[in-house]
């Protein structure tokens, strides 16, 4: 029903800047709150931010104030800014789709892209 594909990772230094993008497909994409995930190679895919239909927002803790998701409903598009980046950072982040929000538990997430790689080098 929804494909999800990210873009915009890639390697940058502590305290610099990307900008992630999720283009969904399919129609019912203002339907559908949106998330972030990552995860790094040896943890568990963790929680990062997401936002509902409506356009409210939730964060993580630990990306609160540096991150910032937003979406485009006319382009079905989601994004995630992220600032301050630190290498902790580190991880493959993937944009999800989901009924529940908010929801910072991967199994109410019903669609998922195959993720991008963000690399903070220190």
């Known amino acids: 029903q929804v494909q999800l594909v990210e873009s915009g990772g890639g390697l940058v230094q502590a305290g610099g800047s990307l900008r992630l993008s999720c283009a969904a497909s399919?129609?019912?994409?203002?339907?559908?709150?949106m998330g972030w995930f990552r995860q790094a190679p040896g943890k568990e895919r963790r929680f990062v931010t997401s936002i509902g239909r409506h356009g409210s927002t939730y964060y993580a803790d630990s990306v609160k104030g540096r991150f910032t998701i937003s979406r485009d409903n006319a382009k079905n598009t989601v994004y995630l800014q992220m600032n301050s980046l630190r290498p902790e950072d580190t991880a493959v982040y993937y944009c999800?789709?989901?009924?529940?929000?908010?929801?910072?538990?991967?199994?109410?997430?019903?669609?998922w892209g195959q993720g991008t790689q963000v690399t903070v080098s220190s």
């Open positions: 999800a789709a989901t009924f529940i929000f908010p929801s910072e538990q991967d199994y109410d997430y019903r669609y």
């Open positions: 399919g129609r019912t994409f203002s339907t559908y709150a």
